[in-house]
């Protein structure tokens, strides 16, 4: 049994910022859950790509928030999104690492439609929350 909290990624278009930020405050608040956010974890003169993909790399689970913006822009967050994926190829079948998680209502990309998904949208963002922990405690991570 782990003794460290479970490290969470949460990759995101920066179109979803205030969506994000607010997830990300939540699983601040649960004291077995460190997330990782962009805005959060990047300091001044870093290098961004490569903090970022260190915390992929170090992640016992990544959150991809989904939008319409998110999954038709243009950009870092197909980048991020196929390192998140990369990364998920080297998990036992099974584990629980990507868990996509919907702003609004649309279609996830080809790639991450085998797992399921929470919808975080306005007005059920306590439920699915609370969706989001029962499956972030099932994770195997907490067998290590």
């Given at each position: 049994?782990?003794?460290?909290?479970?490290?969470?990624?949460?990759?995101?278009?920066?179109?979803?910022?205030?969506?994000?930020?607010?997830?990300?405050?939540?699983?601040?608040?649960?004291?077995?859950?460190?997330p990782w956010l962009d805005e959060?974890?990047?300091?001044?003169?870093q290098d961004w790509n490569m903090?970022?993909?260190?915390?992929?790399?170090?992640?016992?689970?990544?959150?991809?928030?989904?939008?319409?913006?998110?999954?038709?822009?243009?950009?870092?967050?197909?980048?991020?999104?196929?390192?998140?994926?990369?990364?998920?190829?080297?998990?036992?079948?099974?584990?629980?690492?990507?868990?996509?998680?919907?702003?609004?209502?649309?279609?996830?990309?080809?790639?991450?439609?085998?797992?399921?998904?929470?919808?975080?949208?306005?007005?059920?963002?306590?439920?699915?929350?609370?969706?989001?922990?029962?499956?972030?405690?099932?994770?195997s991570w907490l067998e290590k």
């Amino acid at each position: 049994m782990t003794n460290r909290p479970l490290r969470v990624f949460l990759c995101h278009s920066s179109n979803d910022k205030p969506a994000v930020r607010e997830l990300y405050q939540k699983l601040r608040a649960e004291p077995w859950i460190q997330p990782w956010l962009d805005e959060e974890e990047l300091y001044p003169g870093q290098d961004w790509n490569m903090e970022i993909e260190k915390a992929v790399e170090a992640a016992d689970a990544i959150i991809v928030c989904l939008s319409k913006n998110s999954i038709n822009k243009e950009g870092y967050i197909q980048r991020e999104l196929r390192i998140v994926l990369d990364f998920a190829d080297y998990k036992p079948e099974g584990t629980l690492y990507i868990i996509p998680v919907r702003l609004e209502e649309c279609e996830p990309p080809r790639r991450l439609r085998a797992w399921q998904y929470a919808d975080y949208f306005e007005g059920q963002r306590e439920r699915a929350f609370e969706r989001l922990l029962v499956s972030l405690k099932n994770a195997s991570w907490l067998e290590k």
